[in-house]
């Protein structure tokens, strides 16, 4: 079974950093894109950032130059980059990838991890 296991969450002051990984593990043939989305109490989950297999990075407007997503291919995994925290950042990430499994195409999300800014 492929899956994906999230870590770095947690509890930051405004100002901090904090740095999640997103590592999949199980068979599978290859996994294209990559990306992080949030959710927020009562929000909809929305895009943070994504990279495609090849590198290209896309980020929402809102974590712009703070934030950075970046990818290790040999160790399948990707990881988010986070700078300049500020309380509205507080929500559950998810790590999500698409590619091809063993039986065709498949998409994937981690469990999600918390993290909370403190003002």
């Known amino acids: 079974q492929v899956q994906l296991v999230e870590s770095g969450g947690g509890l930051v002051q405004a100002g901090g950093s904090l740095r999640l990984s997103c590592a999949a593990s199980g068979s599978f043939v290859s996994l294209n894109d990559m990306g992080w989305y949030r959710q927020a109490p009562g929000k909809k989950r929305e895009l943070v950032a994504g990279i495609t297999s090849v590198g290209r990075t896309n980020y929402a407007d809102s974590v712009k130059g703070r934030f950075t997503i970046s990818r290790d291919n040999a160790k399948n995994t990707v990881y988010l980059q986070m700078n300049s925290l500020k309380p509205e950042d507080t929500a559950v990430y998810y790590c999500?990838?698409?590619?091809?499994?063993?039986?065709?195409?498949?998409?994937?999300w981690g469990q999600g991890t918390l993290v909370t800014v403190s003002s």
């Open positions: 999500n990838a698409d590619g091809v499994g063993l039986r065709g195409y498949l998409e994937l």
